[in-house]
């Protein structure tokens, strides 16, 4: 709870980015007459319980209190949960995921790596006594068996403990049920086994990564530990071996599930449901994806969907479903926009992006998107033989879960904090989370033909007179920052509060924009990423008097990290100090699918490495730059920051490095998420003539 010598940095440091106390993880039951959810008890807790509620009454009933039943706080988790939590970038500990039998009797999960299952009947929950630690349980349809990752092996478990090792393998490069790192960075796909829905059998992945190169990540402040080896699949090099098999649950006998991964290596998204085994698969350079129908007595596959691009074909989450034995729910890029399919059927219009699939039936599929004039809202629609509808109307991101014929909403508006959880019956779900101490003081503007969308905050009741500016983007693919969301601007508002004024920019590449503006970075990731920053930032100028061009400084993590310190590097004549927060500096130094998407293969055409790289740019520094980096980051890895520290140094130019001990790509530890957002306000006002007038 907000206290009041509380301030906003501290309140987003324990908060975790206004996230904890927030309902997450719905899973509609009982035909639409119930809700399981977690949500932790309040804003700064970040013990997630488990939680019923009646969607008639909203009468809300506690299942499971970690804390309680193990003092599980979510500090000690294996290493495999701690990295599928980085790749989902969950910070919360407690139940941060659960899985529920297709009956509806269970429910299993795990603390602190040991298995647990709760009788959903009788809202009763035991430990399942299995040697440890476990990961990522699942049930079988009934809910007697349940089948678990440990280590490298898959394993299937009665609820007395009878377990049995269904798949292993001796070398230590192999692992059987899990995710490869690419599929859970890059491709949304976080589990690696399936049940079939008669519980006979389960479709597993092995993943083999001897061909994968180590690399080292070090903790400088402690030289006795040793690095931890990562296997990490950089441009250009080679990924994992990812193939599947089909293993029998009684006797573990395994049949190899065929396709040609030669052409199609990635294995992209899975589904095993009443219709059959679907699989969806990608080429390396992302040009081509087909869905496969897979025959579970013999592993053999034949092609039910093919869809290819000349730049490349986009996964959509939730798309890939089988809804009836000759009938497939998919997405698809066709007269500029992003279009749901069903069958051999185009179903949505040109003129709505297709963003989600949500739930999917042969005569009835629920998705999000947004009008392809409005990337800056997004909408849930249902689509039946007859039409096509928009279920939200309120400006702002909307979101759904679906279980039967019950809908429940998901709505974050720029008005009101948090997001509310609407039930059928109109009732909203409860939320824990604290109401932010900034309030937003913000002009949206949509796309145009002429601008991209800009987001302008103001200081409270400013009196008009110029202000500096800070830009505040992402700025790159698969993320947007102008979103008609209070959460979305609270860090920002605070800057502007700062006595700023903060743009941000959504330009080409960001999604919700069709096809041809999503594709438009393809090649380059520098030069038109760049340029609509500048003319978003000059469209709101001629928009907002108070913002002085004369002093213009640019802040951004990860891609925007990326994009800050491009911005001085190549424009100082409009930015005049940036803060480079996790960049990616050198793109041959970051992940395969990602970065071959857009810049292709680096050994097949390095000059599109070139131009988006920041290294050759190192001597054109004349305006200060801070970089900041987690030593622990095993994403966009800490070599980044240090190579271009090091291009800047041999140039003679002044530069300043702040690295983040124990830290990955997120910034979870409360102290070092408070003092970095003071940090970088103290570079800004040491960078930039902020009281100054023109």
């Given at each position: 709870m907000a206290t009041v010598s509380d301030s906003f940095p501290r309140q987003y440091a324990r908060t975790q980015r206004l996230t904890l106390g927030e309902p997450r993880n719905l899973t509609v039951v009982d035909d639409g007459r119930r809700?399981?959810?977690a949500r932790s008890r309040a804003g700064d807790d970040p013990v997630n319980c488990l939680w019923v509620v009646d969607i008639d009454t909203g009468d809300e009933r506690l299942l499971v209190d970690p804390v309680e039943l193990l003092d599980a706080r979510g500090d000690d988790v294996p290493p495999e949960e701690r990295a599928r939590r980085e790749r989902l970038r969950e910070g919360a500990g407690g139940i941060t995921s659960y899985a529920l039998s297709t009956d509806e009797s269970t429910i299993?999960?795990?603390?602190?790596?040991?298995?647990?299952?709760?009788?959903?009947?009788?809202?009763?929950?035991?430990?399942?006594?299995?040697?440890?630690?476990?990961?990522?349980?699942?049930?079988?349809?009934?809910?007697?068996?349940?089948?678990?990752?440990?280590?490298?092996?898959?394993?299937?478990?009665?609820?007395?403990?009878?377990?049995?090792?269904?798949?292993?393998?001796?070398?230590?490069?192999?692992?059987?049920?899990?995710?490869?790192?690419?599929?859970?960075?890059?491709?949304?796909?976080?589990?690696?086994?399936?049940w079939a829905p008669d519980d006979r059998t389960i479709a597993a992945c092995r993943v083999d990564v001897a061909a994968v190169e180590e690399w080292h990540i070090a903790n400088p402040a402690d030289p006795a530990s040793p690095a931890q080896v990562s296997r990490y699949p950089a441009a250009g090099t080679s990924n994992a071996d990812v193939t599947m098999n089909l293993l029998d649950v009684a006797d573990g006998a395994a049949v190899d599930i065929e396709w040609?991964?030669?052409?199609?290596?990635?294995?992209?998204?899975?589904?095993?449901?009443?219709?059959?085994?679907?699989?969806?698969?990608?080429?390396?350079?992302?040009?081509?994806?087909?869905?496969?129908?897979?025959?579970p007595a013999n592993g053999r596959t034949q092609t039910r969907w093919a869809d290819h691009d000349d730049v490349w074909v986009e996964l959509v989450p939730g798309a890939g479903t089988l809804v009836g034995p000759d009938t497939a729910v998919m997405c698809a890029d066709r007269d500029g926009g992003?279009?749901?399919?069903?069958?051999?059927?185009?179903v949505s219009p040109p003129d709505v992006q297709v963003r989600s699939i949500v739930d999917a039936h042969v005569d009835r599929v629920v998705v999000t998107g947004n009008p392809l004039d409005d990337a800056t809202v997004l909408h849930v629609y249902v689509w039946t033989a007859s039409d096509f509808d928009r279920v939200t109307t309120e400006p702002g991101v909307h979101g759904a879960v679906v279980g039967g014929e019950a809908i429940v909403i998901r709505s974050a508006t720029v008005d009101e904090p948090g997001g509310r959880w609407r039930l059928p019956s109109g009732r909203?779900?409860?939320?824990?989370?604290?109401?932010?101490?900034?309030?937003?003081?913000?002009?949206?503007?949509?796309?145009?033909?002429?601008?991209?969308?800009?987001?302008?905050?103001?200081?409270?009741?400013?009196?008009?007179?110029?202000?500096?500016?800070?830009?505040?983007?992402?700025g790159g693919p698969h993320a947007q920052r102008v979103v008609r969301s209070h959460q979305a601007f609270c860090a920002s508002q605070w800057f502007a509060d700062q006595g700023f004024a903060v743009v941000i920019v959504d330009g080409r590449g960001?999604?919700?924009?069709?096809?041809?503006?999503?594709?438009?970075?393809?090649?380059?990731?520098?030069?038109?990423?760049?340029?609509?920053?500048?003319?978003?930032?000059?469209?709101?100028?001629?928009?907002?008097?108070?913002?002085?061009l004369d002093r213009v400084a640019i802040r951004g993590w990860s891609f925007g990290g990326y994009l800050a310190a491009l911005a001085v590097l190549q424009r100082p004549d409009v930015f005049h100090t940036a803060i480079a927060g996790a960049?990616?500096?050198?793109?041959?130094?970051?992940?395969?699918?990602?970065?071959?998407?857009?810049?292709g293969d680096p050994t097949v055409d390095p000059d599109a490495y070139d131009r988006s790289s920041l290294l050759p740019l190192a001597a054109k520094l004349t305006r200060p730059l801070l970089l900041i980096h987690g030593l622990a980051d095993d994403n966009v890895v800490a070599a980044h920051t240090l190579q271009l520290s090091a291009a800047l140094l041999a140039a003679g130019k002044p530069h300043e490095v702040l690295p983040l001990v124990g830290v990955?790509?997120?910034?979870?530890?409360?102290?070092?998420?408070?003092?970095?957002?003071?940090?970088?306000?103290?570079?800004?006002r040491r960078s930039l003539p902020i009281g100054a007038t023109h």
């Open positions: 809700v399981l959810f299993v999960f795990t603390l602190a790596g040991r298995l647990f299952a709760l009788d959903l009947p009788t809202q009763s929950t035991r430990p399942v006594p299995v040697d440890g630690p476990v990961f990522d349980p699942r049930p079988s349809s009934d809910g007697a068996l349940i089948a678990f990752v440990r280590g490298a092996d898959l394993v299937v478990t009665d609820h007395e403990g009878h377990a049995t090792e269904l798949a292993t393998d001796p070398s230590d490069t192999v692992s059987w049920g899990s995710a490869e790192f690419i599929a859970a960075e890059e491709m949304g796909r976080y589990r690696g086994f399936w040609d991964r030669d052409r199609f290596p990635y294995l992209a998204a899975v589904d095993w449901n009443e219709h059959g085994l679907a699989v969806t698969v990608q080429s390396r350079d992302q040009r081509d994806v087909e869905l496969l129908v897979v025959d992003r279009r749901l399919v069903v069958g051999d059927d185009v909203v779900l409860g939320r824990c989370g604290e109401t932010p101490l900034v309030e937003p003081n913000v002009f949206v503007t949509a796309h145009s033909a002429s601008a991209p969308a800009t987001a302008v905050l103001l200081p409270h009741g400013h009196d008009g007179s110029p202000l500096p500016v800070l830009v505040d983007p992402y960001t999604p919700g924009r069709g096809t041809d503006m999503e594709r438009a970075v393809a090649g380059d990731l520098a030069t038109g990423v760049l340029d609509d920053q500048v003319a978003g930032l000059h469209a709101a100028a001629q928009r907002h008097p108070e913002i002085d960049p990616v500096t050198e793109w041959r130094l970051y992940d395969t699918h990602y970065t071959e998407r857009y810049l990955t790509h997120m910034t979870l530890q409360e102290e070092v998420a408070e003092n970095l957002l003071l940090h970088q306000l103290d570079f800004l």
